[in-house]
Structures are given as structure tokens and as C-alpha cells.
């Protein structure tokens, strides 16, 4: 149990608006769920969002609205559009919203900017408040917004937010942080201009300032207006960010200048802040991956809060309760808005509030399911919890008959479907070899930044005994097994076992595969040489890095984690630059192709040849599936199946996604 005095779940109100609790949703992009193609909020996205409220959020705020398309015409799965359709749907899920209690906000953008497509639908070129190169192909250069549009964009803001009251809409936001065109009006950096919407800072706060009018106007002084901003971008210059704790002259918005963007704002009449850090070229910041820590950006909020009295409102891996429950009650912020955490479990509001918080399905930071795929061009999702966004279709209903069903392997893929399983009133037995449930998650959760990974073990042990799962640890199951017990239905989870690259010498007493590292079966020496830049690769230099030790990952790719499942933006290029902080040294186009006692023999692309001396190599050069009694026990039983790495070497999210996947049609 938490210690908390409780008073994140006291009401709060920003500006008219009284929220039941200080829980916010935070804004995540709804036009990944349903491409907006018809302008109308689907069910998928309706239910979505119905979840969260009935979770206990006290305000939601729902992302991400245009009011024009012409002036900077968007492929549609980029943002939503404002238009009389979207109206229809948007009165409909207010109704629902407001019976559960939450509060609505709408999240409205001014557009993308130079960070929106460099080649715009229907040609043309893209827009700036200033000319810039756009940030996607720096040869093309974006136009400056002449003051004729910004006109007709103060003028539609001020419209759709009188439509957006009518239509129920408790207040809203304005989408002015991560670098997209608002927070660029506001950045000397980015806004070059020279008329009344550049020049010192209250001249680059004009265009927001009078969207803030004009909304006031049209919806009422009374409609709360919300600006979400980062206090400080953390740019070491362009496409360059800067990872915490790292000493660099900030390029970009200073933390002075975002403390006197406060009081400004307050001035003006906003009624609250919403406050992050960092924009496109340090996206890190705004989307903080694994690396960064819980409430990383909790203490710029806390900034923010000394220097104005309406309400500041905190973000960024704030899902861990303590962290949050400790924000609100020692005044860093009055209000939380949690965004993947609500991803990963829908009602962590209420589990928080209700002290349980041993349930709480946790977020891994990883991006997998969730921005990475909205930048692929998929429906937005969650590694570990895939009915995101197929709220309605992904219930899990009891099965008509309960089944006996047998799991060997309790890896992710294992205890997702013994969870799944269970829940559908089958009679489950989970078969594990080894001592302790998770199979690599095991060995994965050891470095520190990723003890999010360790409580998602914990979340399915709890699981897996609520729900009444028979799982015998320290018990193989073997063909013997599968004959005595009988089962219904055998799932093989056996997993995936490590690829040792054939090179000479590689079986030298100094090798040593990665898991068994982290498991602590080997002390690094001073001189650690990686095989494989991929994730994996690159982690675990991350993880022995420090003390002095040196560190080379080779990679016979081109590009650090350019192989195995894509990984995110935002964690790419977090890796890369904590690689670069802590001076591990990368051999692109390399490959090691002779090891003996003291040398490693290295060779590049153009076949040339160089020693180095080392202590460790560590492999982590992937990992080959484990199917070998699975292979075995389809020629002698029915309805035998493989799920996660058994079937296909993948991530954590593709092993959970098929345990989810084959149970639920069990
Ligand atoms: C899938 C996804 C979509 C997002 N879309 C938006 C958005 O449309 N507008 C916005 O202001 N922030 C957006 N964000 C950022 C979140 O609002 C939030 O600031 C960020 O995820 C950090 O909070 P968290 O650690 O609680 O997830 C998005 C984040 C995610 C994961
Ligand atoms: S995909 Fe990963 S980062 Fe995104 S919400 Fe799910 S667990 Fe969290």
C-alpha cells in the first residue's frame, strides 16, 4: 500500500471546469485508432476512450484536431479534422463521457509545421512561421505563413472551439509542445519572422495569444483554455537532442525563457499549463522511452507551478502511482496526465485510487505498439495489452465449454495465454522447465532501465494464481507429460534459444552469450567487445557501460538496430545517444571473423583486416526459435500450437499479441 494523502482523488477545477479528480488522460493521437477518412469518431474510438473513463480518468483530453485543411493540406491519418460530421460523433461520446464522470477536453493543433510532410498532398510546399528547412527532407525548404492565413487560422480556432461548446466539450487544449507549428511560432529558433508574430518572446506568443482571444470570444471567458508547451527543448542544435544529465549549450528554448513563457501565458488568460520538454529533434523528451526515468519531467512541471497560480498540469512516465500519488501531494503539480499507462491498463486511475496497485498492468516504455506503429502507419496499440483501440471486439467472453488446456513455457507468449485462458473458465496448467516464470524476460529486466519489465512478471504471477492457473515451475514437460495429462489443447511457448554466428574460435572460454551475462554467470573484464548491434546488442553495452570499462559493439549491418523488430524513434535514437555519452565505440560494416585467446580478428566492408585485444566478447548476435518438441508432438497429438518466439523470434509485444491472440479463440 502506498502512503498518500489522497488528494490526487479531491476534486480540482481548471478555470469553470471542476474535474472529480486531478488523473488526466493525456492527449494520444485518436486519428491512429481510425484513420478519420469520414470525419466521424467510430466505435473503436468511442469505446477506446468510454474505457478510460469508466477507469476513473477525471479529464480527458482528446487528441489531436484541425481546424483547416487547406492551408496546410495533411495526409488524413496524420490528424483529425474539425467538420460537421465529426460534430455529430464527438455530442454522442460527450454523453457517454460525462455519465462516467470525466471531464472532456478537445486538443486543438495549429498544424505541423517543418516538421509535417515535406511533400504535401496535392503538391505545394509546406509551412513555417518562418522559412525553414523542413525537418523530414531538409532540401526542401517550408514557406512562411503569410498573415492573411494566420488571420483565417485565429478565425477558425475561435469558430470550432464555439462548435466544440455547443457540442458539449468542457474546454480545451492547445497542441503548442514537441516542436509542431505552434511551439515553432513561439521559438526564436523557429520563428524568424518580422512582423507583430515574431521578434522577442511577447511577439512570438501573438499568434497563440490571439487564438486564445478568439476562442474566448466565440466559446466564452468562462470555457477553459489549456496550453501545453515543453519548459525547455533540450536541443544540442538541429536534429540533435540532449539526454538528461548531459552538459550542452541548449539551442533551442532555454528553461529561463519557458519559466517567463509561464507567466505570459498566465498573464493572457490561459487557464492552465500542461508542461513537457523537448520537440522533434530531441523527441525523446516528449515521448520518453524506457531510459528515462519515472516523473522525468515532474520537476520542470514543479518550475512551472512557483512561478503562476492556475493549475500546472504534469507528464511523462508518470504511470508508476508512487511517482504520481507523490507529484500531487508535495505540490509539483495539481494535476497528472498519464498517457501510456492508460494504454497498458485502462483503469489505472482506479486501481490507484482504490490501493491496488499490485493490478496495475505496467507500461514498459518501449514504443513498440503505441508510436511506433502510429509511425508506421498502424492502428496505435500497446505491447502488453493488445486490445487498445478494439475495445469492443476484444472483450474476452467465457467459453461455452471449459477445456483442459496444457502450456508449456511460461515466457510472455506462456503466461499470457494461461492468463487469457483462464479467463475464458478453461481448466489451465502452465508447464515451466526452470525455477522461476518469464523465460527471457527474466534475464531481459536486469539492467535498471528495465525494471519496468520486472513488474510485468510480478502482474502475471498475480495474475496467473487470481485467476486459478495450475503453474508448475521447475517442471519440464516433455511428450510423456502431454500423454498422461490429455489435454484439449497444447500450446507450445518453448520460446527461442541464442544464435551463435559461426566464426573461428567463438568457442573460446572469454565468449559468452548476453543472457548468461546478464544473469551474472560472468564477470566482465575492463574490455568488452559486443557482437550485433541490434537492441539487444546495443543494450547491454548501455548496461555494462561506466567504471571505466571500454565497450565495442560490431554490427555487419549499416545501422544500429536495423535488423529484428522496428525498433521506435524516439528509443532509437535515445540508444544512440546514451551509446554516444558513454563513449561506446561502433564498428559498423564489421564482423569479427577469427577470436583466439587474446585478440579479436575484425574485418569492414572493404575487407580489411584489424586485431584488438579484449576480455569479454558477449554475443548477441539473435536468437533462433526453440520448436524442437513442438515439431515433435504435432505428429502424435491433436490440436497442438506454437505462440511468441517458438513460432517466429520477435519482441515481448509480438509473443503477448499471440498469446492474446490464440487463447481468446480457445
Ligand atoms: C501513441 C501516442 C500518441 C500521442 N499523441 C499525442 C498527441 O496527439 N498530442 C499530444 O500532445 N501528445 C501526444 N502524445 C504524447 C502524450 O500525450 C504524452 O505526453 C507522452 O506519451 C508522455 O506521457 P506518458 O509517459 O504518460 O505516456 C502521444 C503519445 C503516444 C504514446
Ligand atoms: S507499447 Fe510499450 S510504451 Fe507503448 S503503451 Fe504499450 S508498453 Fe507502454
Excluded at 472551439?161 to 511551439?183: I, M, Q, R, S, T
Amino acid at each position: 500500500m502506498i502512503n498518500s494523502s489522497g488528494k490526487m482523488f479531491t476534486p480540482i477545477r481548471i478555470g469553470s471546469v471542476e474535474m472529480r479528480n486531478r488523473v488526466a488522460l493525456a492527449p494520444m493521437s485518436l486519428e491512429s485508432i481510425t484513420p478519420f477518412e469520414n470525419s466521424y469518431l467510430d466505435n473503436r474510438c468511442k469505446e477506446y476512450l468510454v474505457q478510460r473513463a469508466m477507469g476513473g480518468v477525471g479529464l480527458m483530453i482528446v487528441s489531436c484536431w484541425r481546424v483547416d485543411e487547406d492551408i496546410e493540406p495533411m495526409h488524413h491519418f496524420h490528424c483529425n479534422i474539425l467538420t460537421r460530421g465529426a460534430l455529430y460523433s464527438i455530442v454522442e461520446l460527450n454523453e457517454i463521457l460525462h455519465s462516467f464522470g470525466a471531464k472532456v477536453f478537445y486538443q486543438l493543433t495549429a498544424g505541423f509545421g517543418r516538421v509535417g510532410s515535406p511533400h504535401p498532398p496535392g503538391g505545394g510546399q509546406p509551412v513555417a512561421p518562418s522559412a525553414l528547412p523542413a525537418f523530414w527532407d531538409p532540401k526542401v525548404t517550408c514557406r512562411e505563413l503569410s498573415t492573411g492565413e494566420i488571420d483565417t487560422l485565429v478565425e477558425k480556432f475561435g469558430f470550432w472551439a464555439g462548435e466544440l461548446k455547443k457540442a458539449g466539450v468542457d474546454g480545451v487544449e492547445l497542441h503548442a509542445h514537441e516542436g509542431y507549428l505552434f511551439d515553432q511560432f513561439s521559438c526564436a529558433v523557429f520563428n524568424k519572422r518580422t512582423d507583430k508574430y515574431g521578434g522577442d518572446l511577447e511577439g512570438r506568443l501573438t499568434f497563440a495569444r490571439e487564438i486564445l482571444h478568439a476562442i474566448k470570444a466565440s466559446a466564452g471567458d468562462n470555457f477553459p483554455v489549456v496550453y501545453r508547451y515543453g519548459l525547455k527543448h533540450y536541443m544540442k542544435g538541429y536534429f540533435k537532442g540532449a539526454v538528461p544529465g548531459e552538459d550542452f549549450k541548449e539551442f533551442g528554448r532555454t528553461l529561463e525563457e519557458g519559466l517567463e513563457m509561464a507567466k505570459i501565458l498566465e498573464r493572457d488568460g490561459f487557464d492552465a499549463l500542461h508542461v513537457d520538454a523537448g520537440c522533434y529533434d530531441s523527441w525523446y523528451w516528449p515521448h520518453p522511452p524506457n531510459y528515462m526515468q519515472h516523473g522525468c519531467m515532474a520537476e520542470l512541471a514543479a518550475q512551472v507551478k512557483k512561478e503562476v497560480n492556475i493549475p500546472v498540469i504534469a507528464v511523462g512516465r508518470l504511470d508508476d502511482p508512487e511517482v504520481a500519488l507523490e507529484v500531487i501531494d508535495k505540490d509539483k503539480a495539481d494535476i497528472v496526465a498519464v498517457g501510456r499507462g492508460f494504454l497498458a491498463d485502462a483503469h489505472w486511475a482506479n486501481k490507484v485510487r482504490y490501493g491496488e496497485v499490485d493490478q496495475i498492468r505496467p507500461c514498459l516504455g518501449c514504443h513498440d505498439a503505441c508510436t511506433g506503429r502510429l509511425f508506421n502507419g498502424k492502428p496505435m496499440c500497446c505491447a502488453v495489452n493488445p486490445t487498445v483501440g478494439r475495445e469492443l471486439d476484444y472483450q474476452i467472453h467465457k467459453a461455452p465449454e471449459p477445456k483442459k488446456i496444457m502450456i508449456i513455457g511460461g515466457g510472455p507468449a506462456g503466461m499470457e495465454a494461461a492468463r487469457v485462458g483462464a479467463m475464458r473458465g478453461h481448466d489451465v496448467t502452465l508447464f515451466e522447465t526452470r525455477e522461476k516464470l518469464g523465460g527471457h524476460l527474466v534475464a531481459g529486466s536486469v539492467p535498471e532501465f528495465k525494471k519496468d519489465i520486472r513488474k510485468l512478471m510480478s502482474w502475471y504471477e498475480i495474475q496467473l494464481r487470481q485467476l486459478g492457473v495450475t503453474v508448475l515451475t521447475s517442471t519440464p514437460a516433455g511428450l510423456e507429460t502431454i500423454e498422461r495429462q490429455r489435454p484439449d489443447e497444447i500450446l507450445f511457448c518453448t520460446g527461442s534459444v541464442p544464435l551463435v554466428p559461426s566464426i573461428e574460435g567463438i568457442d573460446n572460454p572469454k565468449t559468452a552469450h548476453c543472457i548468461d551475462v546478464l544473469n551474472g554467470e560472468v564477470t566482465l573484464g575492463k574490455n568488452v567487445v559486443v557482437i550485433g548491434g541490434g537492441l539487444v546488442g546495443c543494450e547491454i553495452a548501455l548496461w555494462a557501460a561506466g567504471g571505466g570499462r571500454k565497450i565495442t559493439i560490431v554490427e555487419r549491418l549499416e545501422a544500429l538496430m536495423s535488423s529484428g523488430p522496428t525498433v521506435s524513434k524516439e528509443n532509437r535514437q535515445m540508444t544512440i545517444d546514451l551509446l554516444a555519452l558513454n563513449n561506446i565505440e561502433i564498428r559498423l560494416l564489421s564482423t569479427v571473423s577469427r577470436v583466439t585467446d587474446d585478440q579479436l580478428y575484425l574485418m569492414d566492408s572493404g575487407f580489411n583486416q584489424s586485431r584488438m585485444e579484449y576480455d569479454n566478447l558477449v554475443v548477441a548476435a539473435g536468437m533462433k526459435k526453440d520448436d524442437r518438441l513442438f515439431l515433435e508432438a504435432e505428429k502424435l497429438f491433436k490440436n497442438v500450437r506454437r505462440i511468441g518466439d517458438c513460432l517466429e523470434v520477435r519482441n515481448i509485444q509480438g509473443a503477448i499479441w499471440d498469446g492474446y491472440e490464440v487463447a481468446r479463440r480457445l
